[in-house]
């Protein structure tokens, strides 16, 4: 039997020692080729098989013919390794593992039809762990909750849902938004060959990785090192979406807001952020958005901070100006919608060196700045202009910048104090 640290690598050390105290529910682990991920999984399910009789396993790919040679001869890999094969009978038709001497269960099931899930039956104990390979192949959540549903219910016991995929280039991807969500009970792991032991690799995985590094760094980023390179159409790759920290708040200057008045199925949208120009970094990390809300109600949403601050709101809708200045007290007047300005807005925040935006306070502004991209006409070819749909926290964000965007640094007329107005009041 060989030594565990002979067998997982440096990187994935503390993440061991937080499986072996079950302090996860969900636990998501990206990274690019040789980066050890679904060997880690398959060596911490099998050590908690052996460590909780009662317990079985779950394993899931897209497919049922991508098993075989993949996590299924993974698991026994895993066995050999940690010198416990003698107590587990692999066999192929069904695919599944079954310890002799406890029953315990390793089943392998392909899910590209959830609902065949709900048909396997586990005899003796729970399912304690549900690994699904590979999960970016699946559609989305949708795809997967189905079976997590079917599995992880009738106990009181600690179920692990595991995921393991190699980032898709496309910070869109379903699964690249996904891991960026806060949850409680979530941890997400990133690695890459580089922390592996050059020996478990091998010369020719290494000279590889090297060639495609000098020959093509971008695709080198993608596949060795699990980086999100994005698709070319992608507008902003300037995006870090985390949660922001009150540490961080705590920091912050002047304050920016903006409001993109809704039309009808259209969502209302109102961004707060702060604005470093000295590290050129935008900070989005309040919001208030929704379909049907009327003045009325956003005044309502809004803390007595939010109304001090002074707003900027799309110019074209001034009665629901005057009404929320005059009648709910809000400090907003109107920013210019010039010719071009959407075009220099947007450049203008495609240059800065990061947008950070928290996902669990504004899951719109996320979505909408991490989906807005440039589309194609039926030949093929990219649209040069912006899209104007599913924009509305970003047409928010302009006009909340509006007195720093409109700023021309080479005509000097046009030289403002672009300190937030309300606190210059």
């Not at 495609?212 to 070319?232: D, F, I, S």
Request: include cysteine; charged fraction near 30%.
């Amino acid at each position: 039997m060989a030594r565990l640290t002979e067998l997982i690598a440096p990187s994935f050390y503390d993440l061991h020692n937080s499986f072996r105290e079950d302090e996860y529910e969900e636990i998501w682990c990206k990274g690019g080729r040789g980066s050890t991920k679904s060997s880690f999984f398959s060596l911490e399910i099998m050590l908690g098989l052996s460590k909780d009789k009662e317990a079985n396993a779950v394993v899931c790919r897209r497919y049922d013919n991508e098993m075989r040679d993949t996590v299924f001869s993974q698991l026994q890999w895993a066995a050999i390794e940690l010198g416990i094969d003698g107590f587990w009978k692999f066999m192929v038709s069904p695919m599944h593992a079954l310890n002799l001497q406890t029953g315990q269960k390793i089943i392998f099931k392909g899910a590209d039809q959830p609902k065949k899930t709900k048909s396997v039956k586990i005899a003796r104990g729970y399912v304690k762990y549900l690994w699904f390979e590979e999960i970016d192949q699946y559609g989305g959540m949708d795809d997967t909750r189905s079976v997590i549903q079917s599995f992880f219910r009738g106990t009181d016991k600690k179920q692990i849902f595991l995921a393991s995929f190699n980032p898709p280039k496309s910070l869109r991807s379903w699964v690249n938004q996904e891991v960026r969500i806060p949850k409680k009970g979530r941890f997400v792991h990133t690695s890459d060959y580089r922390t592996v032991d050059p020996k478990w690799l091998g010369d020719r995985f290494l000279s590889d990785a090297e060639h495609l590094r000098t020959t093509n760094e971008t695709a080198y980023r993608h596949e060795y090192l699990g980086e999100e390179v994005g698709t070319g159409l992608e507008v902003f790759n300037n995006l870090d979406v985390r949660v922001i920290t009150e540490d961080e708040k705590a920091t912050f200057g002047d304050l920016y807001q903006g409001l993109d008045f809704g039309y009808a199925a259209d969502p209302l949208a109102f961004e707060r952020m702060y604005y470093d120009p000295k590290k050129r970094r935008l900070y989005i990390f309040e919001e208030i958005y929704g379909s049907g809300i009327s003045n009325r109600m956003l005044s309502e949403k809004m803390t007595i901070d939010q109304k001090r601050i002074l707003t900027f709101a799309d110019k074209a809708e001034p009665k629901s100006i005057d009404e929320l200045r005059i009648d709910f007290n809000l400090s907003i007047m109107g920013a210019e919608k010039e010719p071009g300005s959407v075009e220099h807005g947007v450049k203008w925040l495609q240059d800065l060196e990061k947008i950070v935006i928290d996902p669990s306070e504004c899951p719109l502004a996320s979505n909408e700045f991490t989906n807005y991209s440039l589309e194609m006409n039926r030949e093929g070819v990219v649209i040069s202009r912006y899209p104007d749909k599913n924009n509305h926290s970003i047409d928010a964000v302009r006009y909340g910048l509006y007195n720093i965007i409109k700023a021309r640094p080479k005509k000097k007329s046009f030289d403002l104090d672009v300190q937030p107005i309300a606190n210059r009041w």
